[in-house]
């Protein structure tokens, strides 16, 4: 959960930096993209999260295979956010080291 926090406010700066610049280029497009992506996985995550407690309380609608695959869901959902926010940061760094 963390690393979605700080996505979401990294979002949130570069939204509050480039207001009208991100619209006119076509970056709203992915910044709402990108948003929708981490609250997908925000919700993989809690969905995982009540199963897990639903089958440790003995739910009889619960099974043990509907809460390990989603858990699994939320781990790779998890780790292809990771993956995006890492390449989001290579980008940075290689813009940022740019000669101008």
Known sequence: MPINNALAQAVARLRQATPGAASAAGGGDFLASL??????VSRAQSVASELQRQFQLENPHVSLEETMIAMNKAQIAFAA??????????A?????????
């Open 35 to 40: 948003q929708s992506a981490l609250a997908s």
């Open 92 to 100: 940075y760094e290689q813009i940022m080291n740019m000669p101008v």
């Open 81 to 90: 956010a990771l993956q995006v926010r890492n390449r989001l940061v290579q």
